[in-house]
């Protein structure tokens, strides 16, 4: 069974950084391409960055900003956001998601729909 379960959401003050872990079971990282998106209350989900099956392309949304990073690890079938600089707008709830068996090179950090399994979210707060 396909799952993806994020952690390391938390408080955090302004200006400092956060790792979150995206941990996938059930298919290959090599075999699909993965993103983090974001939603706060009232507002649609925003893509934040992503990244293809074989990790060459990657691709940022405009919030992420050259303060978020996104790197795998593949023997531990496992995605992480980095994310420097942290100012309050940044908080919201956090999402790893999926593009399941997609091998291609257009990850399509703004286009949620493409994506078909997501994680519970993990809450992330910037606040003094």
């Known amino acids: 069974q396909l799952q993806v379960v994020e952690s390391g959401g938390g408080l955090v003050q302004p200006g400092g950084s956060l790792r979150l872990s995206c941990a996938v079971s059930g298919v290959a990282l090599n075999d699909s391409a993965i993103g983090w998106f974001r939603q706060v209350p009232g507002h649609e989900r925003e893509g934040m960055t992503c990244?293809?099956?074989?990790?060459?392309?990657?691709n940022y949304g405009n919030s992420a900003g050259g303060r978020f990073t996104i790197s795998r690890d593949i023997a531990k079938n496992t995605v992480y956001l980095w994310m420097n600089g942290l100012k309050p707008e940044d908080t919201a709830v956090y999402y790893c998601?999926?593009?399941?068996?997609?091998?291609?090179?257009?990850?399509?950090?703004?286009?949620?729909?493409?994506?078909?399994?997501w994680g519970q979210g993990t809450q992330v707060t910037v606040s003094t």
């Open positions: 990244t293809t099956s074989n990790g060459r392309f990657t």
């Open positions: 998601a999926l593009r399941s068996h997609y091998t291609g090179t257009f990850c399509g950090v703004y286009n949620v729909d493409l994506y078909d399994y």
